[in-house]
């Protein structure tokens, strides 16, 4: 009788798995489909993006004439990056939903006491420099993230470099 019932618990997981997997993809789809424009230097510069924040649309006013170039650059940079960042927002709120949806599901945990949930596992991804290529912020930033990603193993086993391979533990033994 119990191994029915977990049966059909396992039965309603999958269920819910690939109704998961369906949406993850619906999601996924609308966001390919995303874009977003913004303007600067008074609406005489206008960037369009697509989802990936690339810019597939430049547009100049017809008084674009009356910036420096200098400024026409800013300008692109500004609004080009304003684009992006509509984009990011509304992804995050897109992931954000999904995100809602998801929480719904059994963890892993649930059904395999002590089994860590992927979850829980995936790492928060750094906020990317907007600061031109030579700016200082960036380079503080660079330096401060190589230290960040520092990886430290906890649980490690110590080897002996001095011994011959033969002596050590082989992963082919039995004991594994």
Not at 75 to 104: D, F, G, I, N, P
């Amino acid at each position: 009788m119990a191994n029915e019932a977990a049966k059909a618990r396992l039965a309603d997981l999958m269920d819910s798995v690939q109704a998961g997997i369906k949406s993850i993809q619906r999601a996924q789809h609308r966001q390919a489909q995303i874009m977003a424009s913004a303007s600067a230097a008074g609406k005489r510069v206008t960037v369009v993006v697509n989802a990936k924040g690339v810019v597939i649309e430049t547009r100049f006013s017809a008084d674009v004439d009356d910036l420096t170039y200098p400024e026409i650059a800013k300008a692109v940079t500004t609004a080009a990056q304003e684009a992006a960042a509509e984009v990011h927002r509304r992804t995050k709120e897109m992931v954000a939903e999904l995100t809602r949806e998801q929480s719904r599901l059994p963890r892993l945990s649930e059904f395999i006491p002590g089994m860590p949930d992927v979850q829980d596992m995936i790492p928060t991804a750094p906020e990317v420099s907007t600061e031109p290529p030579a700016a200082r912020a960036r380079a503080r930033a660079e330096l401060t993230d190589e230290a960040a990603t520092a990886l430290e193993f906890t649980s490690v086993e110590q080897f002996n470099h001095d011994e011959p391979p033969s002596a050590q533990p082989n992963v082919a033994e039995s004991g594994w």
